[in-house]
């Protein structure tokens, strides 16, 4: 490809095809030649290199009718980088901000073979510590962080992990099906799940899943005694969760275009 005479620096190319990618991204139609030069200010013969070299490529491709939208070039590279992006190290500084503004002890947690593990944990100030730590493994029909994961499964592999079976761990745990399904469903209506005592007797938790571009990825929750956690706060204590869910959903390349009431994707 012959470079036009006159194309400017190389790191002022670099800043236009970026440009083209975003606006071409951001147009459900896709853009001509003339549409991006207009909308840039810049000439035609710079956007046509540009566009040639990212179409030769694979970032771009060109329609019959002159009109240019990304291609799967681009999509390679996303999930290259989504791939080398750590839920943990993501979510560790949003775990602390939890904590400071809960007071309450926060959890990271994914789902391994049936089970909700614990990933990350801040703990609270204070003397009151959660019986907790990071590898440790959960039931998720008993716990918010596994409810919140269970919530947004396919229903044969809901129906595969409860098979298994749902130990009653407490007089509040939930052990039939069909009223776990029904809490489920009010998990996903309103975007975070509970744990009423229903893993520890004294113990109250909160939690909101965390999405990426694939689905469910994580959850995060909040963990403290009922003295610390009293029934009246669930709703405050569940908005700080699920902001803290939501904020490390984007950092995973979640769109909250996506949902449609809280945090629900299903």
Same mark, same amino acid.
């Given at each position: 490809?012959?470079?036009?005479?006159?194309?400017?620096?190389?790191?002022?190319? %670099?800043?236009?095809?970026?440009?083209?990618?975003?606006? !071409?991204? #951001?147009?459900?139609?896709?853009?001509?030649?003339?549409?991006?030069?207009?909308?840039? +200010? !810049?000439? #035609?013969?710079?956007?046509?290199?540009?566009?040639?070299?990212?179409?030769?490529?694979?970032?771009?491709?060109?329609?019959?009718?002159? +009109?240019?939208?990304?291609?799967?070039?681009?999509?390679?590279?996303?999930?290259?980088?989504?791939?080398?992006? @750590?839920?943990? @190290?993501?979510?560790?500084?949003?775990?602390?901000?939890? %904590?400071?503004?809960?007071?309450?002890?926060?959890?990271?947690?994914?789902?391994?073979?049936?089970?909700?593990?614990?990933?990350? +944990?801040? @703990?609270?100030?204070?003397?009151?510590?959660?019986?907790?730590?990071?590898?440790?493994?959960?039931?998720?029909?008993?716990?918010?962080?596994?409810?919140?994961?269970?919530?947004?499964?396919?229903?044969?592999?809901?129906?595969? !992990?409860?098979?298994?079976?749902?130990?009653?761990?407490?007089?509040?745990?939930?052990?039939?099906?069909? #009223?776990?399904?029904?809490?489920?469903?009010?998990?996903?209506?309103?975007?975070?799940?509970?744990?009423?005592?229903?893993?520890?007797?004294? !113990?109250?938790?909160?939690?909101?899943?965390?999405?990426?571009?694939?689905?469910?990825?994580?959850?995060?929750?909040?963990?403290?005694?009922?003295?610390?956690?009293?029934?009246?706060?669930?709703?405050?204590?569940?908005?700080?969760?699920?902001?803290?869910?939501?904020?490390?959903?984007?950092?995973?390349?979640?769109?909250?275009?996506?949902?449609?009431?809280?945090?629900?994707?299903?």
């Amino acid at each position: 490809m012959t470079r036009p005479k006159s194309a400017e620096s190389p790191s002022i190319a %670099v800043h236009r095809a970026l440009a083209m990618l975003d606006l !071409i991204a #951001k147009s459900a139609g896709g853009l001509t030649n003339s549409d991006l030069s207009r909308k840039l +200010k !810049i000439p #035609k013969s710079s956007t046509s290199y540009i566009l040639r070299a990212l179409e030769s490529g694979g970032y771009l491709r060109r329609e019959p009718e002159g +009109k240019y939208r990304l291609g799967l070039a681009l999509l390679s590279l996303a999930s290259r980088a989504m791939d080398g992006l @750590d839920v943990r @190290d993501l979510a560790l500084p949003v775990l602390q901000h939890l %904590v400071d503004r809960s007071g309450l002890t926060a959890h990271l947690a994914v789902l391994d073979h049936g089970q909700a593990v614990y990933i990350a +944990k801040v @703990d609270a100030p204070g003397f009151i510590k959660m019986n907790t730590w990071p590898g440790r493994r959960m039931n998720l029909h008993s716990t918010s962080v596994g409810k919140a994961l269970l919530a947004y499964l396919p229903e044969d592999e809901v129906a595969r !992990i409860l098979e298994k079976g749902m130990k009653k761990w407490t007089p509040h745990t939930i052990t039939v099906a069909a #009223k776990l399904h029904a809490d489920l469903e009010h998990t996903r209506r309103r975007g975070y799940a509970t744990d009423e005592q229903e893993s520890t007797v004294g !113990i109250r938790c909160v939690a909101a899943p965390i999405f990426s571009a694939q689905g469910v990825t994580a959850s995060i929750g909040v963990t403290g005694t009922v003295t610390q956690f009293h029934a009246s706060e669930v709703h405050r204590f569940a908005e700080m969760v699920k902001d803290a869910a939501r904020r490390v959903s984007i950092q995973l390349g979640w769109s909250p275009e996506r949902t449609t009431a809280g945090i629900s994707a299903r």
